[in-house]
């Protein structure tokens, strides 16, 4: 995080820190009860657009943390 000699942050630190939080908050909602979720469980849950949450799981998807089942669309935690 990049901070400045008076102690606020910078708008990309602030951004990222954003973007940071926004995929754990998605995380977060799988749980041992509900392994599988599907996009638009997870976005009224969290009070966050559908394509937001779609691009997020997308992205950890792309980077292993996820899976998608083929025939339902829903996302899973991959193993790792």
């Known amino acids: 995080m990049i901070s400045h000699e008076n102690g606020s942050e910078s708008n990309g630190s ?3 820190t954003s973007a940071l939080l926004d995929r754990l908050r998605v995380l977060e ?3 041992i009860t509900e392994p599988v979720q ?3 469980a997870i ?3 969290l009070d966050m657009h559908e394509n937001r949450v779609y691009r ?3 992205k950890l998807e792309q980077a292993g943390y996820m ?3 083929r025939e ?3 996302f899973r935690c991959a193993d790792r």
């Open 56 to 58: 997020i799981l997308a």
């Open 38 to 40: 599907a996009v638009i």
């Open 14 to 16: 602030r951004a990222s």
């Open 72 to 74: 339902s669309g829903r």
């Open 43 to 45: 976005a009224q849950t």
């Open 67 to 69: 899976q998608r089942e």
């Open 29 to 31: 909602t799988f749980t």
